[in-house]
């Protein structure tokens, strides 16, 4: 291993990582083919998984689609949490008053609120 004593820093392996694999789309699979939307809600699911379990049950309940922008959930944007009815009218933290919104679509919702 490489390494400095004096500092202890290290060069990493890459026999310390675990190999994440990703699935591979099928053939000329395309998301805009009507007859492929069983194969692509799989593969959308399959991306909740590594999702906390709460996260899970919300994207699932709600197709892994974002109910602002129609768009996947999981498309390299950052998900949030959003209240239906806010907590401050009395809102509660159950999974019928949650969504999962984008950031931008969470910031639109809430743009001239309070």
């Known amino acids: 291993m490489f390494g400095d004593k004096q500092t202890g820093k290290y060069l990493l392996k890459f026999s310390w990582f675990k190999i994440n694999r990703h699935i591979i789309v099928k053939g000329k699979s395309?998301?805009?083919?009507?007859?492929?939307?069983?194969?692509?809600?799989?593969?959308?699911?399959?991306?909740?998984?590594?999702?906390?379990?709460?996260?899970?049950k919300i994207a699932q309940k709600q197709s892994c689609v974002c109910p602002i922008c129609g768009n996947s959930l999981f498309n390299g944007e950052e998900i949030h949490k959003h209240h239906k009815i806010p907590k401050i009218d009395g809102g509660k933290d159950t999974y019928s008053n949650l969504q999962l919104v984008h950031l931008l679509c969470h910031q639109q919702i809430h743009l001239g609120t309070r």
């Open 30 to 56: 395309s998301p805009d083919d009507p007859s492929l939307t069983d194969y692509w809600k799989k593969r959308e699911l399959a991306k909740v998984s590594s999702h906390a379990p709460s996260i899970q």
